[in-house]
């Protein structure tokens, strides 16, 4: 079985349990994704599903993905994500089969991959706290930089990584052990506790926690 599906953040809501506590939960839209392809040890030396998600006509496809769903008389997707799987689960797919949110069960962990809200070129104090400069007299044009970044004779450089002004945001970002609060199968929708990466309608991965056991 799949240990993945690609889904799509619609928002954040809140829910009540039994006990009357107030959840806060994210909705996620996963599924239904296609199997489009498949990878072998024997031909390709490792095991993978290709999926696609998100229904969409063939003219907003470059020539080699519409050639691909012509070919397998597949309707086209938007998106196109490779998942590793161990040979047994992988060979359970063929190129047509459909993968929904039933694979996965509420109370279980998960990881959410999805590409972090861009901020633009930001400096020091919004991207990473910095206190600033003095706010008093005498200081002019200098409040909100990062301060002195100069090296003594070793090593006579400014080491990698320096926290400086910069593209902040965009980035590929994965939040771990997330635990799923529901699963909705007649509506394909996830509700996981908390907040995680990106805008509303950006694309995610959902996998089973790697670091943690449901």
């Given amino acids: 079985?799949?240990?993945a599906i690609l889904g799509k953040k619609i928002g954040m809501t809140v829910i009540f349990d039994e006990s009357g506590n107030r959840i806060p939960v994210t909705a996620i839209q996963a599924g239904p994704c296609l199997v489009v392809q498949?990878?072998?040890m024997t031909k390709d030396q490792y095991s993978s599903i290709r999926i696609g998600f998100d229904a969409v006509p063939g003219r907003k496809l470059n020539?080699?993905?519409?050639?691909?769903f012509e070919k397998l008389k597949l309707p086209p997707q938007r998106y196109l994500r490779e998942i590793r799987l161990e040979p047994e689960a992988?060979?359970?797919y063929k190129v047509g089969d459909s993968i929904t949110v039933d694979i996965f069960e509420a109370g279980q962990f998960l990881d959410v991959t999805g590409t972090s809200k861009g901020r633009g070129f930001q400096g020091v104090v919004k991207r990473y706290g910095f206190r600033g400069n003095?706010?008093?007299r005498g200081t002019h044009e200098y409040r909100r930089h990062p301060g002195g970044i100069g090296m003594r004779e070793h090593p006579g450089r400014v080491l990698k990584g320096k926290k400086l002004p910069g593209q902040m945001g965009n980035k590929r970002?994965?939040?771990?052990?997330i635990k799923l609060i529901k699963v909705d199968t007649e509506k394909n929708l996830l509700l996981v506790h908390g907040a995680i990466p990106g805008s509303p309608g950006g694309l995610l991965i959902v996998s089973k926690a790697v670091k943690r056991k449901s």
Avoid: C, E
């Fill in 1 to 3: 079985m799949s240990s």
């Fill in 38 to 40: 498949k990878r072998t």
């Fill in 63 to 68: 020539k080699p993905d519409r050639g691909l």
């Fill in 173 to 177: 970002v994965t939040t771990q052990n």
């Fill in 134 to 136: 003095t706010q008093t």
């Fill in 90 to 92: 992988a060979d359970a």
